[in-house]
Each structure stands twice: as structure tokens, then as C-alpha cells.
């Protein structure tokens, strides 16, 4: 048997069916999760946004005209999901500022990413790539994370990122030579 389109799922959905919804939600989450993941740079942060997406998405879903792909349209919803997020840790990173000057004290941090247990269960090598893309601009790695390790199309990209075709290859031109770079800094110290 045939799975249902996307788009037979968004009519049934919006037909009353919220089941429906929850079989686009398993037939992209671990996608739209991975891509945010390696686009943020951390797991939790990329567990929030997606949730955060498809909550938005299903509030927004009679809003989709399917002149995009489904999934390309869910992701441009990340994506201000990410750009809202991050907003918010910069604000929450400068109270935690203050309040060490204020107190003096140092703030903990909770993040499982933190545990020195954590970076040994994480190759050298992705922790380089990570630290490399994370060095990148937003619209680099971005433009980047969807082509190379979402799998994207450029046409698919133009779209998410709402940019012409020719800046999306553009941006994933300059960021392949970027991440080439910024790799073969970050490896000379380990080669020595």
C-alpha cells in the first residue's frame, strides 16, 4: 500500500483529522531534526526548534499553498524558530553575564553537552566540523547544512532561505572553501 502524499495528508488534516498531521510529523521529524542539529550545532537546542516548528506548522498548515514542498515550507518555519531562539539565548547570555558581575558568582551549567563524559562519546573529527560550521555566517552554514547533510536541492534551498538560486550556490560555493579553511587550521595543531 502506498503512503499518502503530503499533500493528502495537509487536506485530511485540515479536514478535521489531526491524526494525519502525526504521520507528517513521523515522516519528517528525524529529518527536520538532523538538519537543525548540525544547522544549530546542538541536539537539544535542535530537539527545542523542531518541536517548536511543527507546533507552528500545524497552527499554520491551512497557510500552505504547495507552491513549495511541504518539508521545504516546514523548514523556512525552523528556521525563524532557530533565528527566534537565538534571539533569546543572547538576551539569557547577557543576564547570565550580569548576574556574575552582580554576584559573583559563576553560573553552572546544566547542559548535558557540558560533561567532559559527553566529548568522549563524540569523534574528534565531528567535533572539528562542528566547531568549524558553528565559526561559520548563519547564511553560510545554512545553505551548507541543507545541501550537504540534508540532502537538498538548490532549488530546494532557494526556497527555504526565500533567496535566488544563484546566491544559493553562491553561499554554498563560498562555504565549502570556508569549511575547507577553517579545517585545515583546526587540524594542523592535531597533526603536529
Not at 547564511?139 to 540534508?150: C, G, I, Q, S
Not at 530546494?156 to 587550521?185: D, Q, Y
Request: net charge negative; with cysteine; charged share 30%.
Amino acid at each position: 500500500m502506498n503512503a499518502p502524499s503530503d499533500q493528502t495528508l495537509i487536506d485530511q488534516c485540515l479536514a478535521g483529522r489531526r491524526d494525519a498531521f502525526g504521520q507528517l510529523v513521523e515522516r519528517y521529524q528525524h529529518r527536520l531534526y538532523h538538519g537543525l542539529w548540525h544547522a544549530l550545532g546542538s541536539a537539544e537546542d535542535a530537539q527545542d526548534v523542531a518541536q517548536e516548528a511543527f507546533v507552528n506548522a500545524f497552527e499554520k498548515l491551512s497557510s500552505f499553498k504547495g507552491q513549495a514542498a511541504f518539508y521545504s515550507w516546514l523548514f523556512r518555519i525552523a528556521l525563524n524558530a532557530a533565528t527566534s531562539a537565538r534571539r533569546k539565548t543572547r538576551r539569557m547570555t547577557a543576564s547570565v553575564e550580569s548576574r556574575r558581575e552582580d554576584c559573583g558568582l559563576e553560573p553552572t551549567d546544566e547542559n548535558p553537552a557540558s560533561e567532559p563524559s559527553y566529548a568522549m562519546d563524540v569523534s574528534d573529527r565531528q567535533r572539528l566540523v562542528r566547531q568549524a560550521l558553528s565559526e561559520m555566517s548563519d547564511e553560510f552554514r545554512t545553505a551548507l547544512v541543507l545541501k550537504e547533510m540534508d540532502g537538498m536541492s538548490y532549488e530546494e534551498i532557494a526556497e527555504v532561505v526565500e533567496v535566488p538560486l544563484g546566491t544559493v550556490r553562491s553561499r554554498i560555493h563560498r562555504a565549502r572553501l570556508e569549511l575547507r579553511s577553517k579545517l585545515s587550521l583546526l587540524l594542523k595543531p592535531e597533526l603536529l
